[in-house]
């Protein structure tokens, strides 16, 4: 029997051409309706409201409708990664998701005394993990490392760093620094400050002697290597603006320096003069912000992946 007739034989068989029907069919029924994906929204005019007001909290301003978009689509992603976790039941294998059911069985007082395996199962089966805000966030973190290691970022070259150090030269300026020392008198002790000033003068009173004419000041009477913006969170803007008016050197008495508070004698022990930052005080920011900025890409791209076998509703 040759080859050609055992495969005729073969092949005109009645139950093979069924199934190569079916495959056909199956085929093609898939193509013409395919299987439905997961749909994630529209969120409830409830958690809209809710953004808005998160928004309106940290900034004190309205959303613009752009604005508004941005965050709903936010919360759709944040939906997506949460029923992802669900799907490959990523929730039943978490630690963190163990100790929260069981918290939350326990503030509920529905422990009963039965084992802890008993009581978390029970709180799957009464699906709380589902309500639970920060079981949601614990898994959409766990999906966001997921999908970053499908293809995680290299580290920043030496390139990337100077590059990046060099674009951002005017951010990482050292701004002038002050080591100094005070005297405070309060609105309405003009009398005071005047003989301070007199007794000052006439014996060259050091800092540390010179206290006891002055006043208590909470904020202390020595600062050390502090930037004007350091100094106005100490004694308000008007004082810093009135000592960088001044042309002041290191070992000398300055004064009296308004600000919010009185006046001020101030000693000045030394100036750091403004200058630019080195590569090496600012590489470990540097490269923590381009690793930030990689690991945002990463994800970014996984997520436009991900989003692909999901329908969006707004």
Same mark, same amino acid.
Do not use: C
């Given at each position: 029997?040759?080859?050609?007739?055992?495969?005729?034989?073969?092949?005109?068989? !009645?139950?093979?051409?069924? +199934?190569?029907?079916?495959? =056909?069919?199956?085929?093609?029924?898939?193509? =013409?309706?395919?299987?439905?994906?997961?749909?994630?929204?529209?969120?409830?005019?409830? #958690?809209?409201?809710?953004? &808005?007001? %998160?928004?309106?909290?940290?900034?004190?301003?309205?959303?613009?409708?752009?604005?508004?978009?941005?965050?709903?689509? /936010?919360?759709?992603?944040?939906?997506?990664?949460?029923?992802?976790?669900?799907?490959?039941?990523?929730?039943?294998?978490?630690?963190?998701?163990?100790?929260?059911?069981?918290? $939350?069985?326990?503030?509920?007082?529905?422990? #009963?005394?039965?084992?802890?395996?008993?009581?978390?199962?029970?709180?799957?089966?009464? #699906?709380?993990?589902?309500?639970?805000?920060?079981?949601?966030?614990?898994?959409?973190? +766990?999906?966001?490392? =997921?999908?970053?290691?499908?293809?995680?970022?290299?580290?920043? /070259?030496?390139? &990337?760093?100077?590059?990046?150090?060099?674009?951002?030269?005017?951010?990482?300026?050292?701004?002038?620094?002050?080591?100094? %020392?005070?005297?405070?008198?309060?609105?309405?002790?003009?009398?005071?400050?005047?003989?301070?000033?007199?007794?000052?003068?006439?014996?060259?009173?050091?800092?540390?002697?010179?206290?006891?004419?002055?006043?208590?000041?909470?904020?202390?009477?020595?600062?050390?290597?502090?930037?004007?913006?350091?100094?106005?969170?100490?004694?308000?803007?008007?004082?810093?603006?009135?000592?960088?008016?001044?042309?002041?050197?290191? $070992?000398?008495?300055?004064? !009296?320096?308004? /600000?919010?508070?009185?006046?001020?004698?101030?000693? =000045?022990?030394?100036?750091?003069?403004?200058?630019?930052? +080195?590569? /090496?005080?600012?590489?470990?920011?540097?490269?923590?912000?381009?690793?930030?900025?990689?690991?945002?890409? +990463?994800?970014?791209?996984?997520?436009?992946?991900? #989003?692909?076998?999901?329908?969006?509703? &707004?």
């Amino acid at each position: 029997m040759t080859l050609l007739s055992t495969s005729y034989r073969f092949f005109s068989k !009645p139950w093979l051409h069924f +199934v190569l029907l079916g495959i =056909i069919l199956n085929d093609i029924s898939g193509r =013409i309706f395919p299987t439905p994906v997961p749909i994630i929204g529209p969120l409830s005019t409830e #958690r809209i409201s809710g953004l &808005q007001r %998160q928004w309106m909290d940290v900034t004190r301003t309205v959303p613009t409708p752009l604005q508004l978009k941005s965050m709903i689509r /936010s919360e759709l992603d944040r939906d997506m990664m949460f029923h992802f976790a669900l799907s490959r039941e990523l929730h039943l294998h978490d630690p963190v998701v163990y100790q929260r059911l069981l918290r $939350n069985m326990s503030f509920l007082d529905l422990l #009963r005394g039965e084992p802890k395996e008993q009581v978390y199962k029970e709180a799957i089966d009464m #699906r709380m993990h589902l309500g639970d805000e920060v079981i949601k966030r614990r898994m959409i973190q +766990v999906v966001e490392q =997921i999908l970053v290691a499908r293809n995680p970022p290299d580290r920043p /070259s030496e390139k &990337q760093i100077t590059e990046a150090f060099e674009s951002r030269k005017k951010e990482f300026q050292r701004p002038t620094k002050y080591t100094l %020392q005070h005297l405070y008198f309060p609105q309405g002790k003009r009398t005071n400050l005047s003989s301070a000033m007199n007794v000052i003068r006439t014996k060259n009173l050091t800092p540390e002697e010179a206290r006891k004419f002055s006043f208590p000041f909470l904020p202390g009477y020595k600062f050390v290597r502090q930037s004007g913006e350091q100094l106005s969170r100490r004694f308000g803007y008007e004082f810093t603006k009135n000592l960088e008016a001044l042309d002041i050197s290191s $070992n000398n008495w300055f004064g !009296p320096i308004g /600000s919010t508070y009185g006046q001020h004698l101030v000693w =000045i022990d030394e100036i750091e003069l403004e200058r630019d930052a +080195v590569l /090496s005080e600012v590489r470990s920011e540097l490269v923590r912000d381009l690793e930030r900025d990689a690991y945002k890409g +990463v994800l970014a791209a996984e997520l436009d992946k991900l #989003r692909m076998k999901y329908e969006y509703r &707004q």
